[in-house]
């Protein structure tokens, strides 16, 4: 048995009951840098289903050098998740898209026509890289609008090179790209600019949705710890966040 919290100090059964469903998790085993066994993914689905959240949309990572995973891979690793969930008994529900890194890889898929794994409907699950401000961003609006997909930015507060650049933000929306916050962002877990950032494109509304983006047990315990949900209780009031939104296609 997979012990990743004291018994201790087990999640509040209503910590995460204003999550309607968590859109961005690695939950998916053996296909990225998340959950690496079915064990592990089990435990992580208990303890977050005992925290209040009941849904989840697995999203691994599609990435042209590391991890070019398929609708084929990813959908074996959900048949493979669901079947013990059942096997368990736990309640919750399940399903998988992906998180595409836009990248070369990408834009050649979308020009070809590929199957992409969408959240629900034409909501797609999209990343920059870290560490370089992609040159091409209107382009690859207009090759999303054009294959009829509403682009969802995960995680924008996370990209560095545009901390204190609010036209960036802006420029982003006008686009047509949504923006998905991780919720670890506005407790400082990744850093002091990127709480700062997170915070910010709350106060200015231009947050669509959040996510864990749960990878593993160290991200399980920081959004279960009490201090954590003051923190979301403080920022994200009483709303009920991640109900279906889709906006206009550019």
Same mark, same amino acid.
């Given at each position: ?35 690496p ?20 949309v ?5 990435? +042209? ?6 609708p ?23 399903s998988?898209?992906? /998180? ?28 920059f ?20 997909? +509403? ?28 923006? +998905? ?12 600019? /990127? ?28 959004l ?5 949900q003051?923190?979301? /209780? ?17």
């Amino acid at each position: 048995m997979w012990k990743f919290l004291n018994k201790k100090k087990q999640p509040d059964l209503t910590a995460f009951a204003w999550l309607r469903r968590d859109i961005h998790s690695h939950l998916l085993p053996g296909i990225d840098d998340g959950s690496p066994d079915v064990e592990t993914s089990i435990e992580l689905l208990r303890n977050l289903s005992s925290a209040g959240i009941k849904e989840f949309v697995c999203t691994p990572h599609v990435i +042209q050098d590391l991890y070019r995973n398929t609708p084929d891979t990813i959908n074996n690793a959900l048949l493979t998740l669901q079947a013990a969930i059942k096997r368990e008994g736990l309640d919750v529900k399940i399903s998988a898209a992906a /998180e595409y890194m836009m990248d070369e890889f990408f834009l050649q898929a979308l020009r070809n026509g590929d199957e992409l794994l969408t959240l629900n409907g034409s909501l797609l699950l999209t990343e920059f890289p870290f560490s370089i401000h992609p040159s091409n961003i209107d382009e690859l609006s207009f090759e999303l609008s054009t294959s009829k997909y +509403q682009p969802l930015l995960a995680h924008p507060e996370r990209y560095g090179y545009l901390h204190g650049n609010k036209n960036a933000y802006s420029r982003l929306k006008e686009l047509g790209f949504l923006m +998905q916050l991780n919720l670890l962002s506005l407790t400082g877990y990744y850093g002091k600019r /990127e709480a700062e950032t997170a915070r910010f494109l709350l106060k200015e509304g231009m947050i669509d949705y959040v996510g864990t983006d749960l990878h593993h047990a160290t991200h399980l315990a920081n959004l279960t710890d009490v201090r954590s949900q003051r923190i979301f /209780e403080e920022l994200l009031g009483d709303r009920v966040y991640n109900e279906w939104k889709l906006a206009p296609l550019q």
